[in-house]
């Protein structure tokens, strides 16, 4: 099953702002939004935002969603140190029947 | 406290089986969709099933089709994944996770396929 297109690594300098970015198609992104994920090594995923730009309590308002198209974006203010990550994209996608994923963007706090 | 507690990972030959089980709390869990998605060792996100909360709507993803088996249990709060004829390249952790959205997750249950 196709996947969602990430930048595989982006890196950004502390307090700076940094853009991560999720290409689909009009079965996905541009059908219901995506999705975006938060992920630190060794725990599981956390949700960030889903359709765009809803977010779940207790997540920072310096994260914030939104879309374009057939893309996604998750834009991250005031990078902390805390928020070197790997961030991910997903979506369903209604001709495939199934959830897909972007492959993931590491994100580097300098 | 809203929460998915993965069990039932274990290390299995090739052609083997496991079933993985999924226990929620703190939530409705019958109002809905479950997910299974796994990650292997080093990479990211693959989803694997999905299934609606009354069972009506179940997928899968082409990797698995035809070996794994989701299935769920609403009076015990509980979902499962039976996975027959394991191969390597089914090695990974595996997370249960709320809702076509993702927005719960649980820490996961590791899955090693090796001889």
């Known amino acids: 099953q196709a996947g969602l297109t990430q930048p595989p690594s982006v890196s950004k300098g502390l307090r700076q702002t940094a853009t991560l970015t999720c290409t689909g198609n009009i079965n996905n992104v541009g059908n219901q939004g995506a999705a975006w994920l938060q992920q630190h090594q060794g725990h599981p995923p956390k949700l960030l935002s889903y359709?765009?730009?809803n977010r779940p309590s207790g997540i920072s308002e310096r994260f914030s969603a939104s879309r374009s198209g057939n893309t996604a974006s998750l834009t991250i203010t005031g990078l902390q140190p805390e928020d070197e990550a790997d961030y991910y994209c997903?979506?369903?996608?209604?001709?495939?029947?199934?959830?897909?994923f972007g492959g993931g963007t590491k994100l580097t706090v300098l | 406290e809203v929460q998915l507690v993965e069990s039932g990972g274990g290390l299995v030959k090739p052609g083997g089986s496991l079933r993985l089980s999924c226990a929620a709390s703190g939530f409705t869990f019958s109002s809905y969709t479950m997910n299974w998605v796994r990650q292997a060792p080093g990479k990211g996100l693959e989803w694997v099933s999905s299934?609606?909360?009354?069972?009506?709507?179940?997928y899968y993803a082409d990797s698995v089709k035809g070996r794994f088996t989701i299935s769920r249990d609403n009076a015990k709060n509980s979902l499962y994944l039976q996975m027959n004829s394991l191969r390597a390249e089914d090695t990974a952790v595996y997370y249960c996770?709320?809702?076509?959205?993702?927005?719960?997750w649980g820490k996961g249950t590791t899955v090693t396929v090796s001889s």
């Open positions: 997903s979506a369903w996608d209604s001709s495939l029947s199934a959830v897909v």
């Open positions: 299934i609606s909360s009354s069972s009506s709507y179940i």
């Open positions: 359709r765009n730009n």
């Open positions: 996770a709320r809702d076509i959205g993702l927005d719960v």
